[in-house]
């Protein structure tokens, strides 16, 4: 069975910095575009960030020069880095994992971790 951990998440002061960590199990990783996405309360999930097997990413306008994704596909691991940070941020960030073609596999969700950038 496919799933995927997330870590890292937290309190920080606005213009501090986190690590969000997903670490998956049950998959071929390289197979699988990864992402990340957040959801602050009443508003809708969007996409942060994404990154291929081959480590070509995606970053959304507003996060980026802020946030740069990677991963290790020797770990089955892909990460969030967050710089500066800001109120607008405060999300749960989940983790994604998107197969490059249907017959590989289905799509999974990592269970979320919670950002909140307070001062």
């Known amino acids: 069975q496919a799933q995927l951990v997330e870590s890292g998440g937290g309190l920080v002061q606005p213009g501090g910095s986190l690590r969000l960590s997903c670490a998956a199990s049950g998959i071929t990783f390289a197979w699988y575009v990864m992402g990340w996405y957040r959801q602050a309360p009443g508003q809708e999930r969007e996409l942060v960030a994404q990154?291929?097997?081959?480590?070509?990413?995606n970053i959304a306008d507003s996060v980026k020069g802020r946030f740069t994704i990677s991963r290790d596909n020797g770990k089955s691991t892909v990460y969030l880095q967050m710089n500066n940070l800001q109120p607008d941020d405060t999300a749960t960030y989940f983790c994604?994992?998107?197969?490059?073609?249907?017959?590989?596999?289905?799509?999974?969700w990592g269970q979320g971790t919670e950002v909140t950038v307070s001062s």
């Open positions: 990154i291929t097997g081959g480590s070509s990413t």
């Open positions: 994604n994992a998107h197969p490059l073609h249907p017959t590989i596999g289905q799509e999974y």
